[in-house]
């Protein structure tokens, strides 16, 4: 099981985090998200427990709390979703050739 914590402050670091969630038990692993672009973090994480009873603890404890300015979610986290596959830039599907007018330019 893994636990999904969100609304993180963007200053937090996986070291605060193991911090906080150890009060609760043995933390094996945090993730931070970071945007691709930027590399800035997203503002969300997941953390990995030694067992369910722990997880369960520092859920029930620091959802709702507030820390670093912010108050936390924390739950169970949800399986990802698979997304379907896209093809390219997505988006427009319209049919037909999509050229606009306008006259020729060879004249």
């Known amino acids: 099981m893994s636990i999904y914590i969100g609304n993180l402050s ?19 692993r945090v993730q931070l998200p970071t945007d691709r672009e930027t590399g ?13 009873e722990e997880e369960s603890a520092a859920i029930e404890a ?12 924390v ?19 319209r049919g037909g050739n999509g050229g606009g007018g306008g006259r020729d330019r060879r004249f």
């Not at 620091?62 to 979610?73: F, I, N, Q, S, V």
């Not at 739950?75 to 599907?93: C, F, I, L, M, T």
């Open 75 to 93: 739950n169970k986290a949800k399986p990802r979703e698979e997304r379907p596959a896209s093809g390219g830039w997505g988006g427009n599907r």
């Open 10 to 28: 963007y200053e937090a670091t996986a070291e605060d985090i193991t911090d906080i969630f150890s009060e609760y038990g043995t933390v094996k």
């Open 40 to 52: 800035r973090p997203r503002g969300f994480g997941f953390i990995e427990m030694s067992s369910d």
């Open 62 to 73: 620091l959802d709702g709390a507030e820390w670093m300015g912010r108050d936390l979610r």
